[in-house]
């Protein structure tokens, strides 16, 4: 199959998003499928972008006020694209965001008379109250909901990467048929990092209790919770440490909080590292991982933090409810303090505890790999029809009509 995706946020952006799209591409591919990408042009980076960029289109973007992470793809040169794209014959188009990715990826569908499908990443409904904090959380959540709602029931069909997610939607009154397809682990998450290496580096003693958390550092992610977590873990253990990696807009606030609770010393913030180098090391430094959010729609770290033989201390919460199993490497915590903290205590006291959920945690990974999900994926895809659907011809009448045929 041809598949055209569409973005508003691909690397050297990083987060779930990014890593998804990247993680599927690679799989539909190895399966002999075609995949072209359009995410906007974010200028000179820091953060290297994986991989060769040939299958992917750069749309100039602008900035988007307040949200130094992201960009807005300018909308006429994605209009522009309509007939380049109707010569490459695709055969459905995939959203992957709802901003302007969404309503032109919708309306590129229509033009080229192909399906389109959009995968729901994110839950606005929690999300959108964390950095619109002066306006009532049930206006945003109405907000929230109608707006993915009328989305929803614009596509020919949607992926949500957890159960909990689609019963959301369901709840909504989305009406759009929705599959349930989570992002799987990537083979080059199985390579094993070197743990004593990233200590090293960081100036952390090898006996050193290290709890460590990777995703972005955003309001949502529930931060602050692992915070207090540390705190009171310090209590028993006093040398014990929280190392971030990751970058994004609550890093101040955070820091701002680790100095109010006497963790200046004792939280590291490590900032963006490299997914096939960097990262692997900092996940094996960790003792546990550590998980918190109440928003993801699935928690595709704490799988490569178990891929890893990490063990997992966390929440179960909307996604991450279909991800954990309780012993399968993780320690499901009640949303409060004193649970988290005593449990992750107990990993950190118990060698033959530990020992044995590092063991689970791997064997419990294995059972999420990438080519299985997107296996999955191209079953929908294969639903919604290929080349010899009734409306095929779109496309083709499309540049028929721009050479004057």
């Known amino acids: ?24 591409r690679d799989e539909l591919e190895a399966m002999g499928h075609r995949v072209t990408l359009i995410a906007p042009d974010y200028g000179a980076q820091a953060v290297e972008i994986p ?9 100039p973007a602008r900035r988007v006020p307040f949200d130094p992470e992201d960009r807005l793809m300018r909308w ?22 709802p901003f302007v990715a969404h309503y032109a990826g919708v309306r590129l569908a229509r033009l080229l008379g ?7 990443h994110t839950f606005f409904e929690e999300y959108l109250y964390c950095y619109v904090r002066f306006a009532p959380k049930r206006w945003m959540r109405f907000l929230a909901r109608t707006f993915s709602r009328s989305q929803c029931n614009r596509v020919d069909a949607l992926i949500s990467p957890s159960r909990a997610m689609r019963d959301e939607l369901l709840a909504y009154g989305v009406r759009t048929r929705i599959h349930v397809i989570p992002t799987g682990i990537r083979r080059e998450s199985a390579v094993q990092g070197d743990g004593a290496r990233f200590r090293a580096r960081h100036g952390i003693g090898a006996g050193t209790p290290v709890m460590v958390y990777v995703g972005r550092v955003a309001f949502e992610k529930n931060i602050a919770f692992l915070l207090e977590v540390l705190s009171a873990v310090k209590k028993q253990m006093p040398d014990a440490l929280l190392v971030i990696a990751g970058e994004g807009p609550a890093q101040a606030s955070l820091e701002a909080r680790a100095r109010a609770l ?3 010393e004792d939280v590291r913030f490590v ?20 998980f918190a959010s109440r928003t993801e729609t699935q928690g595709l770290v704490l799988l490569e933090a178990m891929a890893l033989g990490v063990p997992v201390v966390s929440l179960a919460v909307m996604g991450t409810k279909d991800v954990l199993r309780e012993g399968a490497g993780v320690l499901i ?13 107990r990993l950190l006291r118990d060698a033959s505890l530990w020992q044995s959920m590092s063991e689970r945690a791997v064997a419990y990974a294995e059972e999420w790999s990438a080519a ?14 290929g080349p010899d659907r009734p409306d095929a011809g779109g496309a083709r009448a499309l540049v028929g009509r721009e050479e004057g045929d």
Not at 51 to 59: F, H, S, T
Not at 114 to 120: K, M, Q, T, V
Not at 271 to 290: I, K, S, T
Not at 372 to 385: D, E, I, Q, S, T
């Open 1 to 24: 199959m041809n598949i055209l995706m569409i973005s508003d946020v691909y690397f050297p952006r990083v987060n779930g998003v990014s890593t998804s799209i990247l993680t599927f």
């Open 271 to 290: 900032g963006y590292l490299d997914r096939r180098d960097e990262l692997p090391h900092c996940y094996r430094a960790g003792n546990v991982f550590v």
């Open 114 to 120: 192909i399906p389109c499908l959009e995968s729901y």
């Open 262 to 264: 006497g963790l200046a």
């Open 372 to 385: 299985a999900m997107a296996g999955r994926l191209v079953h929908c895809y294969r639903h919604l029809g």
């Open 76 to 97: 006429n040169v994605l209009m522009g694209l309509d007939v380049e794209l109707a010569r490459a014959q695709f055969d459905l188009v995939h959203i992957q965001t």
């Open 333 to 345: 915590a009640e949303d409060d303090v004193t649970d988290f903290a005593g449990k992750v205590e």
């Open 51 to 59: 991989g060769r960029e040939d299958w992917v289109i750069r749309i």
